[in-house]
């Protein structure tokens, strides 16, 4: 009894060991170059570029993808910024 209860937990152990590593997996390509063309399209936001359509255009591979994230960027740039006396809580 003792020895499956043993084995019940190696086993538990290894899943949990598995689910980490899984976690932590390195980034796919896809991945990667997701983030490459968002951090571009970010900094072309930052020189004054704001139309989205353009900028996701650039992309085609990434357009659908990278489009909605634009399109939270710029609502973000755009919203007023707290005053001063509601961030000190």
């Known amino acids: 009894m003792r020895y499956r209860s043993l084995q019940a937990e190696a086993s538990s152990a290894r899943e949990t060991a598995a689910g980490r590593e899984a976690a932590f ?8 170059r997701l983030a ?4 571009e399209c970010l ?4 020189r004054g570029e704001q139309n989205i359509d353009l900028l996701s255009a ?3 591979d990434a357009k659908r993808d990278i489009r909605p994230l634009l399109a939270i960027a710029k609502l ?14």
């Open 43 to 46: 900094e072309a936001m930052e």
């Open 76 to 89: 973000l740039r755009q919203a007023q910024p707290w005053p001063p006396e509601v961030l000190a809580g």
């Open 58 to 60: 650039r992309y085609p």
């Open 36 to 39: 490459d063309v968002l951090a």
């Open 25 to 32: 997996r390195s980034p796919s390509n896809q991945e990667v």
